[in-house]
């Protein structure tokens, strides 16, 4: 069993980089309120197709905590109950969390596929936490880094359901993705930590760790900075403005968040820099390089050509895989 445990380890990275593409092509199509209760999706654990699946049907079987769409307001079933040819009040509640009572299949099936892959990414990360006991003892950190790797997965749901709840809150929507990031983190440093002694040793430099420290900050500040702009932009584009109009007169967040970009490249270009001229050996610090002309790139045509499709969700992706490959590159520039 314990040869399982680092492919498994990455198979769960893998999975929790799915759920954050998954969650940037929610936010791209609008599809947030696709499920708009949790865990089920419109009282279901496979969503309906059709909006007739969600009217009230006589002589229906309906279970507790169906869910059913009448007079633009959710109702939910109070019981398992046979419907009569007429519609009885009593065998319903209305949904008090919120009064978004729209059915949009797309919608609705991407945030599922959301949700699902979240529930597999947690899976994995249980497996992985069970797999950490074959390395008690020799290495009781597998298992606490597991351990909390869980919980915050745990978290992380609960936060899921909170969005929803809170029809989509900017805040609360900043500190999922920051959560992500950091489950993100913990996975990366429990394959670090468990394969270390294997990993080629890099050659110390100070003053590279500390820049790639500022660098992961910075990375950080900027996906922050980025979320609140894709915020305004998804309240500008419930107005019906046509796309070339959605950053005519944008927040002051937008300029910040477009001159700190350049603050980000100059980091890692000087980390590049570094580790050429010192010949420090950090190879992925090639990938970052890579990722940041991508992410630089779509930012770039989603301002001047108006937000092809894509392209926001391809911009998010980046910027969690930046993070991802800086901070590996932090654990690798450790003093050995």
Not at 124 to 131: G, W, Y
Request: charged share 15%; net charge positive; with cysteine.
């Amino acid at each position: 069993m314990k040869t399982y445990f680092l492919p498994i380890a990455k198979i769960a990275l893998v999975l929790v980089y799915l759920v954050i593409f998954a969650g940037a092509l929610v936010r791209m199509t609008g599809s947030g309120m696709g499920c708009p209760d949790w865990p089920k999706c419109f009282g279901y654990y496979i969503p309906p197709t059709n909006e007739k699946e969600l009217e009230f049907i006589p002589n229906r079987n309906y279970v507790s905590g169906q869910v059913i769409i009448k007079n633009k307001g959710l109702l939910v079933a109070k019981t398992d109950f046979i419907a009569t040819e007429t519609f009885n009040k009593k065998n319903w509640e209305a949904y008090t969390k919120h009064d978004y009572a729209i059915f949009n299949p797309l919608h609705t099936w991407i945030e599922y596929i959301n949700r699902l892959l979240g529930a597999l990414a947690g899976i994995a990360c249980f497996a992985v936490f069970i797999l950490a006991f074959w390395h008690w003892k020799n290495n009781k950190k597998l298992a606490i880094y597991a351990f909390i790797i869980c919980i915050l997965m745990g978290f992380q749901a609960w936060l899921g359901k909170t969005v929803v709840d809170s029809l989509l809150s900017p805040v609360k929507i900043t500190t999922h993705m920051l959560v992500a990031f950091l489950i993100v983190a913990l996975q990366l440093y429990l394959i670090y930590y468990f394969q270390k002694k294997k990993v080629l040793r890099k050659i110390y430099n100070s003053k590279f760790r500390l820049v790639i420290i500022f660098g992961v900050i910075l990375t950080i500040i900027q996906v922050v900075l980025g979320t609140s702009v894709r915020e305004y932009v998804d309240t500008i584009s419930e107005t019906g403005l046509p796309k070339e109009n959605w950053l005519q007169n944008p927040e002051i967040t937008f300029y910040i968040h477009r001159s700190f970009s350049i603050l980000v490249t100059l980091t890692n270009l000087y980390l590049f820099y570094l580790n050429r001229k010192l010949t420090l050996g950090f190879r992925k610090i090639n990938w970052v390089m890579a990722i940041l002309v991508l992410e630089i790139i779509s930012g770039i045509i989603m301002y001047y050509f108006y937000f092809p499709f894509s392209t926001q969700t391809i911009h998010i992706v980046m910027a969690s895989l930046l993070f991802g490959f800086q901070f590996y590159l932090l654990l690798e520039s450790k003093k050995q």
